[in-house]
Structure formats: structure tokens, C-alpha cells
């Protein structure tokens, strides 16, 4: 299995924040790697696919980068809104794998 | 637009089978171009995709859970169905379903999963 892991596992943050999140895999997964949030109580909404690609919908203040085996997702502005759970998954080999997860809090 | 609900028991005892079914409004299980998933999230932890059966019938799951899974579909109903045997505490979990969107990359097709249920408790007890 490809492993994926995560950095920072915690974050603290204050709105209007430049953040970063980094995720690397244990083989190169090409771009085939999709970005989640997922907030308490709720299920995971993607944000980014295909290593870079912006899901419809989602805020252009996310954007994500990277390609074989480090990827970043970043926020460029940080609102009250992008307090939650993020999860990396590599969708290039299966079984499909997800990341540890980064949890975004308020500073 | 495509929406999906998860239903199933939310307590089975130890040993016994876990069964639940996911139903596609706004959309097909037998349209091409998607896969449909099972995603698992024990409590406080991180999320585990369980496997998927494609528009055609073909099904892939995770080896660590491959001996006990069966993932299958009823396109008449519009809904695809985990079964999950000899459950321990271990699989106590908030089960999702998903589907994939397929992608075309260098002439083969990859899934990202775009839409999810809002997820069903399942305690193993």
C-alpha cells in the first residue's frame, strides 16, 4: 500500500492567514492525489483533484500543487469557514490511501 | 445533482454481519464513467476507503479487509450495498458511501470521489 503522511497533524491559525499543508507519498502517485475537508460531524467535501484541479464550487483561495511524491495544499486567506479537517488521498494505485489528516485551528 | 444516503442497522453484535445500502438519487449506479465507494471513519480517527464497484459490476477492495467484504449494486433500485462478516469492535465506524468520478490520465482511467452520503454510525457491540 502507498502510504501518505501529513505536516503538520495540528495547526493554529488566525483568519487572513497564509497556510500551508503538506502531504508526501511513499511512491510516486504522478498527479492522481485529491485534497478533502472534512468539519466535526460531517463528511469529507473535496476541494482539489488531480494534484492541482479546483473542484466547481470551491473558493479560488484554495489551491494545491505538486507532483510524485510531494504535494502541498494551500489557503491563502484563511476565514472562519476553513476551520476544520484536512485529508491528502492518493487515488493512483490501489488500495486508494488517505493521509492522516491536518486539523486547522483558531490561534 | 447526484445525492446519496446511506441506511443499515446501527448496532450488530460482534461476530455477526454488518449490512448497508447506499441509495443514488439524481443519478445511475449503471452510468458510465463513475465508480461508487465505501469509505470508512472509526471514531477520532482518520478515514479508510473500504472499495468500490464500478458502472460495469467490477469490484476492488482494500486486501486488509478483502476476506470479509462484499460490495454490490441493484441497478433497479438505483442503490449499491456493503456487507461487511464476522464484525469485531474494530469496525465500529462512521461508514460513507462515495462516488467516483472518472478521469482520463495518459489513456487510463482514474476516480476521485466528488459527491459522499452524509455518512451512517455503525457500533459494533
Known amino acids: 500500500d502507498i502510504q501518505m503522511t501529513q505536516s503538520p497533524s495540528t495547526l493554529s491559525a488566525s483568519v487572513g492567514d497564509r497556510v500551508t499543508i503538506t502531504c508526501r507519498a511513499s511512491?510516486?502517485?504522478?498527479?492522481?492525489l485529491a485534497w478533502y475537508q472534512q468539519k466535526p460531524g460531517k463528511a469529507p467535501n473535496v476541494l482539489i483533484y488531480?494534484?492541482?484541479s479546483l473542484e466547481s464550487g470551491v473558493p479560488s483561495r484554495f489551491s494545491g500543487s505538486g507532483s510524485g511524491t510531494e504535494f502541498t495544499l494551500t489557503i491563502s486567506s484563511l476565514q472562519p469557514d476553513d476551520f476544520a479537517t484536512y485529508y491528502c488521498?492518493?487515488?493512483?494505485?490501489?488500495?486508494?490511501?488517505f493521509g492522516q489528516g491536518t486539523k486547522v485551528e483558531i490561534k | 445533482q447526484v445525492q446519496l444516503q446511506e441506511s443499515g442497522p446501527g448496532l450488530v453484535k460482534p461476530s455477526q454481519t454488518l449490512s448497508l445500502t447506499c441509495t443514488v438519487s439524481?443519478?445511475?449506479?449503471?452510468?458510465?464513467?463513475?465508480?461508487w465507494s465505501w469509505v470508512r471513519q472509526p471514531p477520532g480517527k482518520g478515514l479508510e476507503w473500504i472499495g468500490y464497484i464500478y458502472y460495469t459490476g467490477t469490484t476492488y477492495y482494500t486486501p486488509s479487509l478483502k476476506s470479509r467484504v462484499t460490495i454490490s449494486r441493484d441497478t433497479s433500485k438505483g442503490q449499491f450495498s456493503l456487507r461487511l462478516t464476522s464484525v469485531t469492535a474494530a469496525d465500529t465506524a462512521v461508514y460513507y458511501c462515495?462516488?467516483?468520478?472518472?478521469?482520463?490520465?495518459?489513456?487510463?482511467?482514474?476516480?476521485?470521489?466528488?459527491?459522499w452520503g452524509i455518512g451512517t454510525t455503525v457500533t459494533v457491540s
Open positions: 462515495a462516488r467516483g468520478r472518472q478521469q482520463l490520465v495518459r489513456s487510463s482511467f482514474y476516480y476521485y470521489m466528488d459527491v
Open positions: 488521498q492518493q487515488y493512483n494505485s490501489y488500495p486508494w490511501t
Open positions: 511512491q510516486r502517485i504522478s498527479s492522481l
Open positions: 488531480k494534484a492541482s
Open positions: 439524481g443519478g445511475s449506479v449503471s452510468s458510465g464513467g463513475y465508480s
